[in-house]
């Protein structure tokens, strides 16, 4: 009789601070550095060192770029060949497209029927050939793996995968970089690909420095699952963090446990709370980001997290990709 524990299982897949190093030697050439900005009237309002990093300012609009050039980058000469294959019509979708075309890779991206046109165009814009199949989000993402055997295509899965958290990882290396004595990390929490990646990258550079999730109250699947003591599945609630939605797989392998083991802090926030987030950032900052970017400010604006006086913390504005109606719309009550 073999005896795996789920520990053994864990450890065997264990991802280190120098796979995290060398994701960011593979996405360099890919991708550009992002700036750290002081933000001075979040720092007084917090009592504290607030720092802003500019994860919005990708060409794919997100910071998702990162894990998505590590994994395709990542893949051996034969699945390159193939081609790359993903079902997210979001960040994920548009930095999977993105670096299949620097790397001169076939993308293919499945999406149902209802998915808007805007959409669809930024897509094949980014030369990624279209599956429109279906009509749900469920459907797509079967049809996905369904030409993953029939055409030999690789799957790029959103978060729970080594290469994408690695790629999300080199976000903290560039943090520690530009701001050594960094205290805390505030960032948005879904799937938990980019705070498993900033998390290992933190605690074992400095235990010290704190990680801190925040997602929205309604659909927050990681939350629930760490309430849960297991991965769970959650009703979807339509919300201004639509990047912030989806569940973590009920066969997670790698960020639910990394979320365990490295987020100190979790917290949920109002739809009012990231509207108030959004429209700080564009009347201090002049920048428009979405929801699901504005989440961290929204929270240390409305007192749901604390940071210690005068330590230097830093939020991750992780994206852009929001309609512009949608963005107005959302500012106008606090504007
Ligand atoms: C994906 C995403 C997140 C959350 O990242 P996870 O790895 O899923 O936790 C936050 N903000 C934006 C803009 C995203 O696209």
Redesign the pocket.
């Known amino acids: 009789m073999i005896e795996t524990t789920n520990k053994q299982l864990i450890e065997s897949k264990r991802i280190s601070l120098q796979d995290v190093w060398e994701a960011k030697s593979t996405i360099s050439p890919l991708l550009k550095k992002t700036p750290l900005l002081f933000s001075k009237t979040l720092s007084k309002a917090c009592g504290a060192e607030i720092y802003l990093k500019y994860e919005h300012l990708h060409e794919s609009g ?1 910071f ?1 770029m990162r894990g998505a050039a590590n994994a395709v980058n990542a893949l051996s000469a034969t699945q390159k060949e193939n081609g790359v294959i993903t079902y997210s019509t ?3 979708g548009f930095s999977v497209a993105l670096a299949a075309k620097k790397l001169g890779i076939r993308a293919v991206i499945c999406v149902s029927k209802h998915v808007p046109n805007a959409k669809i165009e930024k897509i094949q814009s980014l030369g990624a050939e279209l599956e429109i199949y279906g009509d749900s989000q469920d459907e797509a993402e079967q049809r996905c793996y369904q030409l993953e055997k029939e055409q030999g295509l690789t799957v790029i899965p ?2 729970d995968h080594p290469h994408v958290i690695a790629g ?1 990882g080199t976000i903290a290396l560039e943090i520690l970089e530009d701001l050594p004595s960094v205290n805390s990390v505030i960032g ?8 498993s990646g900033i998390g290992l990258t933190m605690k074992t550079t400095n235990p010290e420095i704190q990680v801190i999730g925040v997602s929205m109250e309604k659909g927050a699947a990681m939350y629930e699952s760490l309430l849960a003591g297991e991965p769970v599945s959650v009703k979807e609630s339509p919300t201004l963090a639509d ?2 939605l989806g569940g973590i797989g009920e066969t997670n392998n790698y960020t639910f446990n990394m979320v365990k083991s490295f987020v100190d802090q979790s917290q949920l926030v109002s739809e009012e709370t990231i509207k108030k987030g959004m429209a700080y950032l564009y009347k201090e900052h002049h920048i428009v980001v ?1 929801g ?2 504005a989440i961290g400010v929204g929270a240390l604006i409305d007192n749901l997290i604390t940071v210690k006086p005068n330590s230097k913390n830093v939020v991750i504005i ?2 852009c990709n929001v309609d512009l109606d949608v963005h107005a719309k959302a500012i106008q009550p606090y504007l």
Do not use: V
């Open positions: 997100a998702k979001g960040n994920h959103p978060f999300q948005g929490l879904s799937g938990g690909g980019l705070l990047s912030l979405e699901a970017a992780t994206g």
